[in-house]
């Protein structure tokens, strides 16, 4: 079993800055994919970001590229995702997830954190 535990979320104004973080426990391997996604009310939970735990590939949606960066600190088993530049349409409640058998499929989530950003 993983758990996972968000923070970071808030309020900002649009151009604005969040970092997110997602603390995991439990069994936890090198190999896991990490990743962030977000849902706002009506939609269905999107991609936004992943990183591979040892190798540090990572990956974003078009949409924030340029803007987000995922990284991890493997002595802490946390993964941040700095959010720069914010737009009012990254309002969203943010999710971390994990893939331990990476096959795209993630099997453990988070409580999620709500980022609201205001124009």
């Known amino acids: 079993q993983v758990q996972l535990v968000e923070s970071g979320g808030g309020l900002v104004q649009a151009g604005g800055s969040l970092r997110l973080s997602c603390a995991a426990s439990g069994r936890i391997f090198s190999t896991y994919v990490m990743a962030w996604f977000r849902q706002t009310p009506g939609k269905e939970r999107k991609f936004v970001a992943s990183i591979s735990w040892s190798g540090g590939s990572t990956y974003y949606t078009d949409s924030v590229k340029g803007r987000f960066a995922i990284s991890r600190d493997d002595a802490k088993n946390t993964v941040y995702l700095q959010m720069n530049s914010l737009k009012t349409e990254d309002t969203a409640v943010y999710y971390c997830?994990?893939?331990?058998?990476?096959?795209?499929?993630?099997?453990?989530w988070g409580q999620g954190t709500q980022v609201t950003v205001s124009s």
């Open positions: 997830a994990v893939d331990p058998q990476r096959d795209g499929l993630y099997d453990y």
